[in-house]
């Protein structure tokens, strides 16, 4: 199966700040990584698929790069509604992995 | 609209089966290229994908629940069922069920609210 590890596993940030993760898989999966965004007691929203395309009606404060084994997300200008804990998941191959998440809090 | 609602027990016996339906609506599972699937949360823990059924029957699963896991669909209902064996209490967690549009492979793009199940004698 391939691991998928990313990083931090949480972050503190203020509003208006830039914020980075990555997520690092164990072997080559070209593009097919995808981005969610996870709020208390909700489900996934999928922000981001084929590493770096916004789904219909995410804002583009969000955006992702990557390819091969390495990938970033990135919330240029950090919003309230931000705060929540993000998931990346790659669906090169079966099984389908998820990062183990990277809880956003405020500073 | 593309809406996908979980059901079933909220609390099960270990050793015992679960069952649990996912009945959804804005799609059908006859079209092609699409797809739905299981995955689950523990409380506090990161997401673990679990089962996928695709259009044409295709299913697949995580080779670490395989032997345990039954995913079948009714496309006249407009619903996938997961069963899922000899449960544990480290099953305890969510389950979700979510939706897929880009043939094999693909990310999920709706999901539903999910289902807690406590696993607990």
């Known amino acids: 199966a391939i691991r998928i590890t990313q990083s931090p596993s949480s972050l503190s940030a203020s509003t208006g700040d830039r914020v980075t993760i990555t997520c690092r898989a164990s072997?080559?999966?070209?593009?097919?990584l995808a981005w969610y965004q996870q709020k208390p007691g909700k489900a996934p929203k999928l922000l981001i698929y084929a590493a770096s395309t916004l789904q219909s009606g995410v804002p583009s404060r969000f955006s992702g790069s990557g390819s091969g084994t390495d990938f970033t997300l990135t919330i240029s200008c950090l919003q309230s509604e931000d705060f929540a804990t993000y998931y990346c998941?790659?669906?090169?191959?079966?099984?389908?992995?998820f990062g183990g998440g990277t809880k956003v809090e405020i500073k | 609209q593309i809406t996908l609602k979980e059901s079933g027990p909220t609390l099960v016996k270990p050793t015992q089966t679960l069952t649990l339906t996912c009945t959804f609506s804005g799609f059908s599972l006859s079209t092609s290229g699409v797809g739905v699937g299981w995955i689950r949360q523990p409380p506090g823990k990161a997401l673990e994908w679990l089962a996928l059924i695709y259009w044409d029957d295709d299913k697949r699963y995580s080779p670490s629940l395989k032997s345990r896991l039954t995913i079948t669909k009714d496309t006249s209902k407009n619903q996938v069922v997961l069963t899922m064996t000899n449960m544990d209490p480290v099953d305890t967690a969510t389950y979700y069920c979510a939706h897929s549009s880009g043939s094999y492979l693909d990310a999920f793009d709706i999901w539903g609210q999910g289902t807690m199940v406590t696993v607990s004698s």
């Open positions: 998941q790659q669906y090169n191959s079966y099984p389908l992995t």
């Open positions: 072997q080559g999966i070209s593009s097919y």
